[in-house]
């Protein structure tokens, strides 16, 4: 396995975090990102990912969440200010994933920048309910009210809790009776969540 100072992964942290946005700071981390997937490296690649991104998620809130988080959010996703609004992040930055304009995704020269018309919000709540971000028992209708809350106005109210895009039968479905493509993509939606769901030392 390669080692991590193969690349300057601390220059590549910092150059982020001097970025004045966040969507200033992507690509950096696009960067550390496709390094550390290509070479295997993802579980020592957490604590990179999440300096940049609480960097922002602080500082831009002031250490106050960004979103008042309903009860199915559970322990520190919903109670840690840091948490709350790193969880925020990555949900925006899914929704911005699957909306990305097609003459945008057409042109992308980056991954994190080709729109994911394979991704629905079932498999966001699969991977919530599997990780431990929200409780087991939420419901379809909760589930759609806490994402339209975090999007605030970038979606129409009730648009996803009353959407028919998707599956939500896979929501709960074993591992071993889900397709492969439905594997897949709850396998790379996973992967956002990595800088949130590993504990800091």
């Known amino acids: 396995m390669p080692n991590l100072r193969e690349i300057p992964v601390g220059f590549v942290v910092g150059q982020a975090q001097r970025q004045p946005d966040y969507d200033e700071a992507r690509p950096y981390r696009s960067l550390l990102m496709a390094w550390f997937q290509e070479n295997h490296c993802e579980p020592e690649g957490y ?18 969440p960004a979103v008042v988080l309903p009860g199915c959010v559970l322990g520190r996703f919903r109670t840690n200010a840091a948490h709350a609004n790193q ?54 209708a909760v589930f759609g009210a806490l994402i339209e809350r975090i999007l605030g106005n970038k979606v129409k109210p009730n648009s996803i809790r009353r959407t028919r895009i998707g599956n939500y039968n896979i929501v709960d479905l074993y591992d071993y009776d889900i397709s492969d493509t439905d594997a897949e993509i709850c396998h790379e939606i996973w992967e956002l969540f990595i800088p949130l769901l590993k504990p800091k030392n």
Request: charge should be positive; proline fraction near 3%.
């Open 47 to 64: 604590e990179a990912l999440r300096a940049i991104d609480d960097h922002f998620a602080t500082n831009t809130a002031n250490e106050q």
């Open 87 to 140: 969880l925020v992040v990555i949900i925006r930055e899914i929704h911005r994933r699957m909306n990305i304009p097609l003459e945008v995704s057409r042109k992308a020269t980056s991954k994190e920048d080709i729109r994911q018309t394979s991704w629905t919000w079932p498999h966001v709540m699969r991977v919530m309910k599997r990780t431990g971000i929200i409780d087991n028992k939420t419901s379809k």
